[in-house]
């Protein structure tokens, strides 16, 4: 609706790249921006940058056989990235590769979106310098980089091999993506992209139906290379029937609300708090202070604002709607951000009992 807005009374102008392009999206970008030319890659291109071999993985990546191969990967001098859907489970998973691999000088970073800007930044610093595919100080000795779904924009980061949670194709292919990335591996020994068959439910954030249907899919494709190339019909056959429908009603829902409460009523250089909420609500996104940082956050405002909003740390709605009913969020001054009773830390993040 964003770019409908700005393309009929702006004339302006967009490109939108992906590698996961189901229909659907297609056809509402096409009617969004009153039709579009579209650029698709020919299959020998496809072919020439096959970079990938799925591996099918029994149980869940918490396991301790899950942890187990992990473990000796990263022992083994390989850089493993592992993903994880839920901020907690990485924050788990995080803490128990700390404790097995550190006899072995083995580094272990924890990146996901419950870091503040600043923390954020210098983690994002470290991994591009230690495995960024053009990178001059790359490791050569084993690290394992524990992520959420944050790993899968704007990084351009190459990697040997990842274990991740089930989740929808087009998360996994992004994942996929920060794995032999320049192409170190050839063909046949491309790297290994590793897929937990469990848990199947969605783990709350993501549609059941759509985790299953994509399982189904990469189990008929296992032990194979990844063809970039058929992603789209792999989408398709994802989303085609019942899914598509609900998908289809959902996004009308969303796209007409979306419209009406903050496009419609949106006014240069006039805030409105009621706007604001209702923006946060469509994005499912809010950025917070956490108590601790509270002080430092009025003592930079003023004379540092861009390094006091560095301090902000994004949270869902659902979850801030949560410690509200808890009362967990704090009184705050006019003009400060929603300031919550929460721990903090450089190393773990925003924490939640």
Known sequence: KTIEYLHRHFNARFLVMSATFPSLIKEWLQEALGGAQIIEADDDLYKAF???????????????????????????????????NLVDRAQEVYERLVSRLRHAGVEVKLLHGRFNVHDRLTKEGWVRDA??????????????????????????????????????????????????????????????????????????????ALVQRTLTILDREADKF?????????????????????????????????????????RPFQSDTALEEEFYKAFDSIEVLPESLADEYRRLRDGEPIRAGELLTPISWRRFMGLTKQRRVRPREKGEPPIVAAPYSSELGLTFD
């Open 131 to 208: 495995v960024g595919s053009k990178s001059e100080t790359r490791k050569s000795e084993g690290i394992v980089l524990v992520a959420t779904q944050v790993v899968e924009v704007s990084l351009d980061i190459d990697l040997d091999t990842v274990y991740t949670d089930p989740a929808p194709l087009e998360a996994l292919i992004q994942r996929f993506g920060r794995i032999n990335r320049s192409r170190r591996y050839k063909a046949p020994n491309l790297a290994p992209v590793h897929v937990f068959r469990e848990p199947r439910n969605g783990q709350i954030i993501y549609n059941e």
């Open 226 to 266: 990844v063809d970039e190339s058929a992603i789209g019909w792999w989408l398709d056959e994802i989303y085609h029937g019942d899914i598509e429908a609900q998908w289809r009603r959902d996004y009308a829902k969303a796209a007409q609300e979306f419209e009406d409460v903050c496009i419609r009523k949106m």
């Open 50 to 84: 096959q970079r990938h071999r799925l591996v099918m993985l029994d149980g869940e990546l918490t396991s301790e056989e899950g942890i187990g191969r992990i473990v000796r990967d990263a022992e083994a001098g390989k850089s493993v990235l592992v993903v994880c």
